[in-house]
Nanobody
Framework: QVQLVKSGGGLVQPGGSLRLSCAAS????????MDWYRQAPGKQRELVAA???????NYADSVKGRFTISRDNAKNTVYLQMNSLKPEDTAVYYC?????????????WGQGTQVTVSS
């Protein structure tokens, strides 16, 4: 069993910053990709940023230059630093991790956290 525990999120004014973190715990042998997704009201869930175990990153065009994904492999934790936030960044943010345990390799999701950008 793998659990992803998130922290961060909340209300911020346009132009502000927030940092999300997501820590995986459980019977983990290894973690490959770790990703951040978001879902705004009335819209489909979209990939925001992804990072491999080796540190290669990928970003949605809408967040390039503003968001930074990073990870601490020793802590099984992924971070999302969000700068220059815009109202259109308002959404529920989710993390996931492709994780190998002694039983299976699977994609595990954390619970969503609300990010609201508003003045």
């Amino acid at each position: 069993q793998v659990q992803l525990v998130k922290s961060g999120g909340g209300l911020v004014q346009p132009g502000g910053s927030l940092r999300l973190s997501c820590a995986a715990s459980g019977n983990i042998l290894s973690i490959n990709d770790m990703d951040w997704y978001r879902q705004a009201p009335g819209k489909q869930r979209e990939l925001v940023a992804a990072i491999t175990s080796g540190g290669s990153t990928n970003y949605a065009d809408s967040v390039k230059g503003r968001f930074t994904i990073s990870r601490d492999n020793a802590k099984n934790t992924v971070y999302l630093q969000m700068n220059s936030l815009k109202p259109e960044d308002t959404a529920v943010y989710y993390c996931n991790a492709r994780t190998a345990t002694s039983v299976r390799v699977g994609l595990y999701w954390g619970q969503g956290t609300q990010v609201t950008v508003s003045s």
